[in-house]
């Protein structure tokens, strides 16, 4: 199975990302974190992107935020399929995180989860790796139905108070 990657701009970030890290670890999916910085690493983080997919990698998720050019950076550098995070915070709680996720050239694509949504970068980045991987498609369907039950459990219970 390939791993995922995930980088993150700060060790600031690292209560966003557990999420991701969590939800890979249910998944049995493989995974590598660490931090580079789109600025103040750039060496480092382009090196990691440029040699991920020789180093077993099948997607990188890069989580930032503020400016957030991460993503991005690494997009430039690999064919790999990105997923930004683009966290919360700063000046304006997000959004500039948001919108250098998001706003990308022609050419260089980074799927973008909603504002710290570390949990749905991982299962995209499961989603990706299951198109060649029928276990982990299976996985996937299962925690969709498990996930199904618990909505439909609290339906239940509403239904039942009101």
Do not use: W
Not at 24 to 40: G, N, Q
Not at 64 to 70: E, I, K, S, V
Not at 75 to 84: K, Q, R
Not at 134 to 151: G, H, M, S
């Amino acid at each position: 199975m390939k791993k995922v990657g995930i980088i993150m701009g700060s060790d600031s970030d690292l209560p966003i990302v557990k999420k991701a890290t969590d939800m890979l670890k249910s998944l049995d999916i493989p995974f590598e974190v660490h931090v580079y910085s789109a600025h103040r690493t750039p060496v480092e983080a382009r090196d990691f992107a440029l040699n991920a997919r020789d180093n077993g990698f099948g997607v990188i998720i890069a989580a930032a935020g503020m400016a957030a050019h991460l993503a991005g950076a690494i997009a430039a550098n690999t064919t790999l399929p990105v997923i930004g995070i683009p966290c919360k915070g700063g000046m304006m709680d997000g959004l500039d995180a948001l919108l250098s996720t998001v706003q990308m050239p022609t050419g260089i694509p980074v799927a973008t989860v909603a504002l710290n949504g570390a949990a749905n970068a991982a299962l995209l980045a499961a989603q990706i790796i299951a198109v060649d991987d029928k276990e982990l498609a299976d996985k996937l369907d299962a925690k969709r139905r498990a996930d199904a039950a618990v909505v439909l459990e609290k339906d239940k219970g509403i239904s039942e108070r009101l």
